[in-house]
């Protein structure tokens, strides 16, 4: 994908459009080109309008006046996007500003489209609306890339699929013959995993109890705004519960309030009897909070560091990594590497940096790290994102297994799929608060986005409730 | 993984060898332009090094540089810029000279003190931008620039003789007055000829091994590191980033008033206007060469000190020392070039060869697949 951007150079093969060998070095050959890339990461200016942000960078094309804003229009009405030159892009939600993100891209020019996990931060509804896009767009005569992890939405939106694994293709499947257990099966090259939990492991000893959780934050203007408000919740010894929400709905505030980065404006937090609200974050993580971060390039590892370092990092006053005020780097070094083993990491070896393992590897070293402190709660925010199919069902694997031995697990994520199929109990967010409950033996994900859109509160029905 | 190792290391001293290639073809280029001989001032200047007692001129610089040197590399693992290593050395030497010489103890407490209360200057003067980073969020690199400026005439004034100083008779120098001989740090003889090798040299190298230690094998050292490298990171493993900010502030700023101990204690045994300065500033310099690594920064302060030392003879036959300052300019602009350079290739490199050895079957044996 790198290389079809011109991002990075190949080492050998051949790239032909339209029957014509090409050759890219910078992204700007790719664009002359009309290869256009949506990133997963959207790259936006959150205070300039849409206009501006899809001017900028393309000025010489059509100016950056009424021409451009032409040019904007008839884009967006050829294809239905739906958009407003001159509505400020930080007011607009996921969906707008991904529709912002293909339209700068066919603003310059683009007959070939490369979206890369463009669902992973959608609602049901959304990537509905988004699919119908793409039907447009490929009506138009334009070539469509669709990267996804979620096999669902590669059947029922491609025409063709290639699956690549470890760096090879291995195989193609037609859509309309294929099932998901087969693409999956060649996916990972064994059975399809399922994050669906069996039997349930539901205590009734409290592990973590919050109350009352609230926090606000003062923009720069100078209006207090409430990120987190009445939050209220227990989680059990053994139970997983998940938090349903489109993302920036306050969960990354959830989860920096309950491992003590940021300091709540009011509420209680109780960890196993103690109360931990004024703790600060070292000791959270000692009383036994394990972590696994939303963003790991952030908040979970160095990457510049070397494997066993990032073993030591955020337990460094925990045995093995160190004895009093000491390191114990041999210790911690010999620990990597049952880790490495244990969790399946694949790496050369302990001494290379973080940043040359692939994401999935660097996740599954972060979740061995964090399994390894026999935690008592686990907070994990998307545990699964960019991480491949044969590593999500292992990840999925030790979180029912320390379910079982009774931890209690705090589970963010915007992959429904997942959310459903390991919670014993869901919540939704929105804006800040706890609105919705559901059953997760009997809640569809399209029940759940439309609660994840504020459209619907209070307990969630299953449908055939509903119906009757 | 000993191949990895090596990588690191040929990759390690890359860096410094590629950025003094570059520093002496350059100079050599400015040697030429002026139209002068482009080889001739290196000779006088290997030849100058090759006397004893220009030697132990070197060693002894090198001393006050590396300890300079460690106080900014502290910083620099932080990600803090300390530029102000250069007032605190010197109203940290200042005030250890004027409680020198107003006390008498015996020998090693006095010089103990001494030591002590040059570390606390040093470390409170460091100290104000640390506490102005945490509490107001002001930069570190503005507040230490404009503490240097305090600094010096906070000295300036301390040293009139209506306050603290002293005028000696027949000179226009001012000076804080003399350290009792009590605290002389002895210094290690090299014959008649050549003087002594300041004793205080190895307390700073004890400072360095103390830094290496520190930094590796401490819980403390690894939040400092970790810090540095990534401070979200740090924060989410449990550090205090601001608790963290004001520590090593502290103790960038007690190393920093450490610098000005080999001379006071080894040869001036006073504070006076002439006292070196811009100590600090040559600090930044060796600890960009030397990594922030201890054994690095040691080299480099002998470097610079060989620069700064047998420059002095190319008077004599005609050539200005300043050819030396124009070659350490130009060695910290090729330091931070070629680094970016090397640091760039160095993790290129690595992942194209974890790919590789995965590809080639090499990655550890987990679990997973010994059971497959």
Redesign the interface.
């Given at each position: 994908m790198k290389i079809l951007y011109g991002m990075q150079k190949p080492d050998e093969g051949t790239i032909a459009i339209n029957g014509e060998q090409v050759s890219f070095s910078n992204p700007g050959d790719a664009i002359e080109r009309g290869i256009g890339m949506v990133h997963q990461h959207f790259m936006l200016a959150d205070n300039f309008t849409v206009l501006e942000n899809v001017v900028l960078g393309g000025e010489k094309l059509y100016g950056i006046g009424s021409g451009a804003r032409k040019k904007i229009k008839e884009i967006s009405d050829a294809y239905g996007l739906g958009i407003r030159p001159d509505a400020l892009v930080e007011d607009l939600g996921v969906a707008d500003r991904q529709r912002v993100e293909i339209l700068k891209v066919l603003y310059r020019g683009a007959r070939i489209l490369i979206l890369d996990e463009p669902t992973a931060v959608l609602v049901p509804q959304e990537v509905d609306a988004l699919f119908a896009n793409l039907r447009e767009l490929k009506a138009e005569g334009l070539t469509v890339i669709f990267i996804s992890h979620k096999l669902g939405e590669v059947l029922s939106v491609a025409d063709d699929i290639t699956v690549i694994r470890r760096?090879t293709t291995v195989g193609t499947a037609d859509p309309a013959s294929t099932t998901t257990k087969q693409l999956a099966e060649l996916m990972v090259g064994s059975e399809l995993p399922s994050p669906e939990t069996r039997e349930s492991t539901v205590t009734d000893v409290p592990m973590l109890r919050v109350r009352d959780l609230a926090l606000t934050v003062t923009d720069p203007d100078g209006t207090v705004r409430d990120v987190l408000a009445g939050i209220d919740l227990t989680i059990h010894q053994g139970e997983v519960l998940g938090i349903a929400g489109v993302e920036g709905n306050g969960q990354t505030e959830l989860i920096e309030a309950l491992?003590?980065?940021r300091i709540p404006d009011g509420g209680v937090i109780t960890l196993d009897q103690d109360d931990i609200s004024q703790v600060?974050?070292?000791?959270?993580?000692?009383a036994g909070i394990g972590?696994i971060?939303e963003d790991r390039h952030?908040?979970?590892?160095?990457?510049?560091?070397p494997l066993w370092?990032n073993r030591?990092?955020?337990?460094?006053?925990e045995k093995p990594n160190?004895r009093g005020?000491?390191?114990d780097?041999k210790a911690a070094r010999a620990d990597t590497?049952r880790i490495?083993?244990?969790?399946?990491?694949?790496?050369?070896?302990?001494?290379?940096?973080a940043?040359?393992?692939s994401g999935g590897n660097q996740q599954k070293l972060i979740v061995g790290r964090e399994m390894s402190h026999a935690p008592k709660l686990l907070i994990a925010a998307h545990p699964t994102r960019g991480v491949d199919v044969g590593a999500q069902a292992?990840i999925w694997d030790q979180i029912r297994e320390a379910r079982r031995e009774g931890l209690a697990v705090l589970l963010i994520s915007a992959d429904l799929d997942e959310l459903i199929g390991l919670s014993d109990t869901l919540r939704v967010m929105y804006r800040g608060r706890l609105v919705a409950d559901a059953d997760p033996a009997t809640i569809t994900p399209e029940e759940l986005g439309s609660a994840m859109t504020g459209a619907a509160t209070g307990h969630l029905e299953s449908p055939e409730d509903e119906a009757r | 993984m000993k191949k990895f190792d090596k990588d690191r290391l040929i990759l390690g001293f890359a860096g410094p060898v590629l950025a003094l290639v570059v520093a002496l073809a350059l100079t050599t280029v400015v040697l030429l332009a002026s139209g002068r001989n482009p080889f001739e001032p290196y000779r006088i200047m290997f030849e100058s090094a090759s006397y004893v007692d220009v030697q132990v001129l070197i060693v002894n610089q090198a001393g006050t540089y590396y300890l300079a040197a460690l106080a900014v590399a502290v910083g620099f693992r932080m990600n803090l810029f300390n530029i102000g290593v250069d007032g605190q050395y010197r109203l940290a030497a200042m005030m250890a000279a004027l409680v020198g010489a107003s006390v008498s103890l015996p020998g090693p407490l006095h010089i103990a003190l001494i030591v002590i209360v040059a570390m606390l200057v040093g470390a409170f003067w460091a100290g104000i931008a640390g506490f102005l980073k945490t509490t107001r969020g002001v930069s570190e690199v503005v507040s230490t620039i404009m503490l240097n400026s305090i600094a010096t005439a906070l000295v300036a004034w301390l040293i009139l003789p209506k306050n603290f100083g002293e005028q000696p008779a027949g000179s226009n120098n001012l000076t804080t007055g003399e350290i009792a001989e009590s605290g002389w740090f002895p210094g290690l003889p090299m014959g008649d000829q050549a003087g002594e090798i300041y004793g205080f040299t190895f307390v700073a190298a004890g400072c360095g091994l103390l830094y290496w230690f520190v930094l590796n094998h401490t819980r403390f050292g690894f939040d400092l590191r970790a810090t540095g490298a990534s401070e979200s990171a740090a924060q989410a493993s449990g550090v205090d980033a601001k608790k963290m900010i004001l520590t090593s502030m502290l103790i960038s700023g007690a190393v920093a008033g450490l610098a000005g101990m080999p001379t006071l204690l080894g040869d001036t045994h006073t504070y006076s206007l002439d006292f070196p300065t811009g100590i600090g500033f040559t600090g930044i310099t060796i600890a960009l060469l030397g990594r922030n690594n201890p054994l690095g920064i040691a080299f480099s302060a002998l470097l610079i000190a060989f620069l700064d030392k047998s420059s002095a003879s190319l008077d004599q036959y005609g050539y200005e020392k300043e050819i030396a300052t124009i070659m350490q300019g130009l060695i910290v602009i090729s330091v931070v070039v070629s680094y970016e350079l090397v640091r760039r290739y160095g993790i290129r490199r690595q992942q194209q060869k974890v790919g590789e050895e995965l590809a080639a079957g090499h990655a550890i044996k987990t679990e997973k697949e010994a059971a497959l």
């Open positions: 760096g491992i003590g980065m600060p974050t070292r000791k959270r993580r000692e972590y971060p952030r908040h979970g590892v160095l990457l510049d560091a370092e030591i990092l955020g337990h460094v006053t160190s005020w000491l390191l780097n590497e490495v083993r244990e969790y399946d990491v694949r790496t050369p070896g302990i001494e290379v940096t940043a040359s393992l292992q | -």
